[in-house]
């Protein structure tokens, strides 16, 4: 009878350990970009053309991405769409691309197209010094609390600004008014009802699966639907093409071809298809 009751025991925990290690889920959400203070001129285009060119790049902004989790890993990634609403625009609308996060070993691995060039981008793993608030509210099905982190102004940021504030001045005409660069504060929503300490895209750290997140700026990712333990197992596989860099060496890459693209009055330069 004592041997019967440690098999029992034995078997339970096993039980126990494995649907621990098999806890997966598929999260789907929807980001939607505010590009309602985005300005543009094109001499000899009409109004009427300016509004559909700005409908198409509204919609263009509108995705919807997966992220594939388990307790430790997860695989964000954009769902692919057929009807591109604006060609070669990826650079415009920040098109996404597989991003893998490993909480256990610390390190995240994006794939990132830059201007038709494939880039990996292998780094450890963003740290956020979040703040709970203590503010409450129902994503879905799901009871969730709100947290903040401020992300303060880089200094190739202010740099940046100063240099093409410097050139508008010396300009004869300018077309676009610089903002200065300020701080930003990331809001999250996450909820302990799925308790994994995951997210969206990059963001993660908090004692629950993140739902919504706003970047501070003008984009607002939401979870629409959870899926937990889905019949098909999920594999992970870390993304593997492009030319390896590290996220400074990224940035700074992408910010020298960006400052290419400037003309003299620092303004960048985008030729529109009509």
């Not at 004592?2 to 126990?16: D, G, V």
């Not at 001129?41 to 300016?50: A, T, Y």
């Not at 650079?91 to 994006?110: A, M, V």
Request: hydrophobic share 35%; glycine share 4%.
């Amino acid at each position: 009878m004592k041997k019967l009751i440690i098999l029992s025991f034995l078997f339970f925990a096993a039980l126990n350990s494995n649907a621990q290690q098999t806890f997966q889920g598929i999260a789907t959400y929807q980001s939607l970009t505010d590009i309602s203070g985005l300005k543009f001129e094109v001499p000899g285009m009409s109004d009427d053309q300016k509004n559909k060119i700005m409908e198409k790049m509204k919609k263009s902004f509108q995705k919807t991405f997966t992220l594939k989790f388990d307790k430790t890993q997860s695989l964000f990634e954009e769902e692919q769409k057929l009807d591109n609403p604006l060609n070669s625009s990826s650079f415009i609308s920040g098109s996404e691309g597989k991003y893998f996060k490993d909480i256990k070993e610390g390190i995240e691995i994006e794939e990132q197209d830059l201007f038709d060039k494939e880039f990996l981008i292998v780094d450890k793993l963003t740290k956020w010094d979040w703040k709970l608030v203590d503010e409450f509210k129902k994503i879905g099905d799901y009871n969730c609390q709100k947290a903040t982190v401020e992300i303060p102004v880089t200094k190739e940021e202010k740099e940046s600004y100063e240099a093409d504030l410097k050139k508008q001045q010396t300009a004869k005409t300018n077309f676009i008014v610089l903002e200065e660069p300020k701080p930003k504060l990331v809001t999250a929503w996450f909820t302990q009802d799925i308790p994994v300490n995951n997210g969206p895209r990059n963001y993660w750290g908090l004692p629950g699966l993140i739902l919504e997140v706003n970047d501070g700026q003008k984009t607002t990712i939401v979870c629409s639907k959870v899926v937990i333990n889905p019949k098909e197992q999920i594999v992970f596989k870390k993304p593997t093409n492009g030319k390896k860099v590290t996220r400074k060496q990224f940035d700074k890459i992408s910010e020298d071809k960006m400052n290419s693209m400037k003309d003299e009055n620092g303004t960048i330069q985008i030729n529109v298809n009509r």
